[in-house]
C-alpha cells in the first residue's frame, strides 16, 4: 500500500499546485497504461489506478474528459485482464455508466434519452452529432456498450442493444474514422463476421472495415490483424490468410504510442490462433 499511498501524494501534489487538471491526470494514467510494455504489470497494478479514478469522479462527476478516462481504464481492464464473470460484469457495469454520464455531459440529455430509447429514436438523435470533436464521447460509450454486452451474452435484453452500437460506430464513422487509428473499422469488422453469410452476416464487408483499420493505423494496431484473422479467415476457412496475419503481427515491432499494450496482447493472440492453426482447419 506505499506505492498507492505514494501515488495519492503526487496527485495531490500536483493538483495543489494548480499545474494538472483532473482531466490530465486520468488522462496521464490511461497514457501509462497502453504505453506499457508488460502486461503482468498492468494486471497487478492497474486496480491501484482504478480506485484512484474512482475517487476522482466522485468529487469531480461533471467532468467530460475525466469520465472518458476512467470509462476506457475500466473497460480496458475488463476486457482484457479479468476472467471472472461477476467481476467482469460488475467492472464492464461501471465502464458503462461514466461512459453514459461522459455522454450526458459533453453531449446532453436528448441523446442520452434516447440509448435507452427504441433504435429509431436513437439513429435519430445521432444525426444531430455533426461535430468530429464529439467523436471521443459517442465512442467511449459505443466500445463501453460493446464490452458490456460481451460480458451479458446471457442477458437476451443486453444483446438487443447491439443495433444500436452499430449504429453509433457508424456515425463515429461517418464523422472522423481515423479516430483511434481506426478502431471503429475493427468494431465494424468484428460485427459484420459473427455469422457467415449464409446467415445473415457480411464477410466481405468485414473483410473491408479490417483492412481499412490496418491501412488507417499504417498497421501499427496489431490487434486489428488478430480480430482480422480470428473473425474473418476462420469464418470463411482462409487458412492461408489466417497465417499470414498472425506471422505479420509476431514479427512485428509491438511499441507504438497508444498501442503497446494492445500489441503485446496482440502478438499472444496470435501466437494461440498459430497453434490452435492445424486442429481449427
Known sequence: MQIFGGLVSVLAAALLSGCVSFGDIAGSLSDAVVNQKDPDTVRDGAPAYLILIDSLIINNPGDAE???SGARLYNAYATAFVTDPVRAKQM???????AGMALCEALGESLCAASAGSLDSY?????KIDDPDEVPYLYTHASAWAGWIQVNTDNWQAIADLPKVQAAIQHVLALDERYDNG???IFMGVLKTLRPAALGGQPELGRMHFEQAISLSQ??????KVLFARHYARLVFDRALHDALLQQVLEAEVEQPGLTLSNVLAQEQARAL???SDEYF
Do not use: D, I, R
Not at 123 to 127: C, G, M, R
Not at 219 to 224: F, I, Q
Open 183 to 185: 478502431s471503429a473499422h
Open 92 to 98: 464492464s457495469e461501471t465502464a458503462l455508466k461514466y
Open 123 to 127: 439513429q435519430q438523435a445521432l444525426k
Open 66 to 68: 475525466l469520465l472518458v
Open 219 to 224: 498497421g501499427k494496431n496489431l490487434m486489428a
Open 274 to 276: 498459430l497453434q490452435s
